[in-house]
């Protein structure tokens, strides 16, 4: 059974950073790549994604501020989130789709975390 575990979230303020882990099991992690996904009121947004090489994309929305990484001996995937603002304030998902290519769109992506919650007031 493949779990996708979210840890790492919480309340900061503006310009503060947060560190978000996803860790995998029950699948072949280096098959996968994986991404992080986020849901606001109204609104469901591609943050980032990694192949099992390391090859990433990231959201316009997010670029130069947010970082996506992985260790494949640890089957974790991290979202680093510097810089925040209370417009990046959502609900964070981690999410696996098996193959290399760096998908952006959540129907692409058949594993997925419960969700972890990031607030970030002004």
Not at 27 to 42: E, K, N, S, V
Not at 50 to 66: E, H, L, Y
Not at 81 to 90: F, G, V
Request: glycine fraction near 10%.
């Amino acid at each position: 059974q493949v779990q996708l575990v979210e840890s790492g979230g919480g309340l900061v303020q503006a310009g503060a950073s947060l560190r978000l882990s996803c860790s995998a099991s029950g699948l072949t992690f280096t098959d996968y790549t994986m991404a992080w996904f986020r849901q606001a009121p109204g609104q469901d947004q591609f943050v980032a994604a990694i192949s099992w090489s390391t090859s990433t994309t990231t959201a316009d929305s997010v670029k130069g501020r947010f970082a996506i990484s992985r260790d494949n001996t640890k089957n974790t995937v991290t979202l680093q989130m510097n810089a925040l603002k209370p417009e990046d304030t959502a609900v964070y998902y981690c999410a696996a789709s098996r193959g290399g290519v760096l998908y952006i769109t959540a129907d692409q992506y058949r594993y997925w975390g419960q969700g972890i919650q990031v607030t970030v007031s002004s």
